[in-house]
């Protein structure tokens, strides 16, 4: 069959919901699984051009909604996107027919100069929601309709599938990044994590809550290639990893629950002091918590495991002998707590650049340094090490023994941190090493400096879209005059900051503020959420 013919074949299997717009967000595609089916089918498409744009390159397709509750699904390509190719995914998704559909693609094809001629290839994996196989089905379609040469890779994380197209596309070139396939994932974390704990010790269990999705089955997975805790290994407690009801997926624990509630899952029953840590449904998020001594939650989110990376990764590379060689900066958004900053610029002294939400964002500040450590307070993050630093990384010579042992610590670093996005699993090792390594509990960890009293609120507006921001979403810039009233009321605060964006997920305006006590943060966050209630009307 002409491949327009089984495009359009295969779309009229997959016909588009009539009354829907849909656009692809900072997360993709995402929403009532139900709804998917017409969707996913013409990611499978996008995924098709974008390989053929880029000679054959893989690309990684992921189906999986997140944190959302288990009735939700989503779709979205592995690599970030730029975003006229997340234009283009909209106006895919939005074609009305599979007529309209196969117009589209072609003149896509037509306009972007890809040779229909030129080989195609994906691969995609899916998280435990129950949707999964079903949505599956549909992408199949689309890849064999275009001719695309695809592997499913199953049930994954979203990081390890990124891994995996990353190992895809380095084979045999001076980048490769690893071996192809999960075992892969695991041996190297694994091998990366013995050499990083060299020199350092345990002390008590982390209990991981794994939000009843993805991460619990590959976290046991991983434990598997880790030294036991009889040969000095860390004990990871594994609890909420049931991944046979499907309903339990973020219900009542997941980091979502934890960062969005400031508490812990009513399923915890770690003792004061110890380390507990949740991660989301597809596990590229985590965050940590423990109860102090007077059995008060407290949480050690993002901005806690960039700002302890930050100061462990800059020692490293001083005590190494290349701190003048490696460059440390940390990444943030508007969310980020307004001490953590502080704490970075005036105590670690290393620079902070501040970028709108969307881990792409971030990420891609973040290579602008030789080694940028990135995270959004939501526990989405990584730290990358540009090619550049990696090599006078393996290439310095020590010069003394102390030297030495710094620098395998950094190299074995640079293998146990996921280098293609956040990831969960290897976010928790890198914490473990740090914290053992200073000889840390939660709380230590947590004296490092002060949080601000903090407030997120969320408005729900007639229209979302008329609020725009600029300066990374610090500032509003429409409608206008709002953010004149903002700076009005922020100067009457101590320490006050506070900012307003439209949500890229809900349909909603969110409202962050901060100030020197628990009062004043929630009476700003209150009051400025009043002038977007009523500039919003
Ligand atoms: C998406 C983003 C996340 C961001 C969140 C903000 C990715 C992979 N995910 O989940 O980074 O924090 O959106 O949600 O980029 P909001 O726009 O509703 O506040
Ligand atoms: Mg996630």
């Not at 979302?464 to 605060?493: C, S, W």
Request: glycine share 8%.
């Amino acid at each position: 069959m002409h491949s327009s013919d089984a495009i359009a074949a295969g779309a009229a299997k997959f016909p588009k919901p009539a009354d829907r717009t849909f656009q692809y967000g900072t997360a993709g595609f995402r929403m009532k699984a139900s709804l998917l089916d017409s969707v996913v089918y013409r990611v499978g498409l996008l995924a098709a051009l974008r390989s053929r744009k880029l000679n054959g390159q893989t690309i990684g397709v992921m189906i999986t909604a997140s944190h959302n509750p288990p009735d939700d699904n989503g779709v979205k390509l592995g690599e970030m996107l730029e975003a006229s190719w997340e234009n283009h995914a909209t106006t895919l998704a939005n074609a009305k027919n599979e007529h309209a559909l196969v117009e589209t693609y072609e003149l896509l094809t037509d306009n972007l100069n890809i040779k229909p001629e030129a080989k195609s290839r994906v691969v995609f994996a899916r998280d435990t929601r129950a949707s999964g196989p079903h949505l599956v089905t549909a992408l199949v379609e689309a890849l064999n309709a275009t001719g695309t040469e695809s592997t499913d890779c199953r049930v994954l994380t979203t990081p390890q599938l990124h891994y995996l197209t990353r190992c895809i596309n380095t084979k045999g070139t001076v980048y490769e990044y690893g071996e192809p396939t999960e075992q892969g994932y695991y041996k190297k974390l694994a091998v990366a994590f013995n050499t990083a704990m060299q020199g350092a010790k345990f002390s008590g269990p982390v209990t991981v809550d794994c939000a009843n999705g993805v991460g619990g089955p590959k976290l046991r997975e991983l434990i598997k290639h880790l030294p036991s805790v009889s040969d000095g290994g860390v004990e990871i407690k594994v609890v909420n990893d049931d991944i046979v009801e499907p309903e339990k997926l973020n219900h009542l624990c997941g980091a979502d629950y934890v960062k969005t509630g400031q508490r812990a899952p009513p399923s915890s029953q770690a003792a004061p002091l110890a380390r507990c840590a949740s991660l989301d449904g597809d596990a590229d998020r985590i965050v940590y918590y423990f109860l102090d001594s007077d059995s008060t939650f407290r949480l050690l989110d993002g901005d806690r495991i960039a700002t302890l990376a930050a100061l462990f990764i800059g020692d490293l590379a001083r005590s190494a002998g290349l701190g003048e060689k490696l460059k440390v900066g940390v990444v943030q958004t508007a969310y980020a707590n307004g001490s953590s900053t502080a704490y970075i610029e005036n105590d670690l002294r290393l620079p902070v650049v501040c970028t709108p939400t969307g881990v792409k964002h971030l990420h891609h500040a973040a290579t602008k340094f030789d080694v940028g450590v990135y995270f959004e307070a939501n526990g989405h993050g990584t730290v990358v090490f540009s090619d550049l630093a990696l090599k006078r990384l393996f290439k310095y010579e020590p010069k003394s023994p102390a030297q030495s042992s710094s620098l395998n610590t950094l190299r074995a670093l640079s293998h146990l941190i996921n280098q293609t996005v956040g990831d969960a699993l290897s976010d928790l090792l890198l914490v473990e090493v740090i914290l053992a390594h200073k000889g840390w509990g939660p709380k230590e960890w947590d004296q490092t400096y002060t949080d601000l009293p903090n407030r997120l609120v969320r408005v729900e507006v007639a229209d979302r879209n008329i609020f725009k921001t600029v300066d990374a979403e610090r500032k509003l810039e429409k409608p206008e005059g709002v953010q004149a009233l903002i700076d009005g009321l922020v100067g009457k605060y101590k320490q006050g900051r506070a900012f307003a964006r439209a949500s890229g997920t809900e349909d909603a305006v969110r409202v962050y503020a901060e100030a020197s006590t628990r009062g004043e943060a929630d009476d700003l966050a209150a009051k400025v959420a009043g002038i977007v209630k009523s500039a919003g009307v």
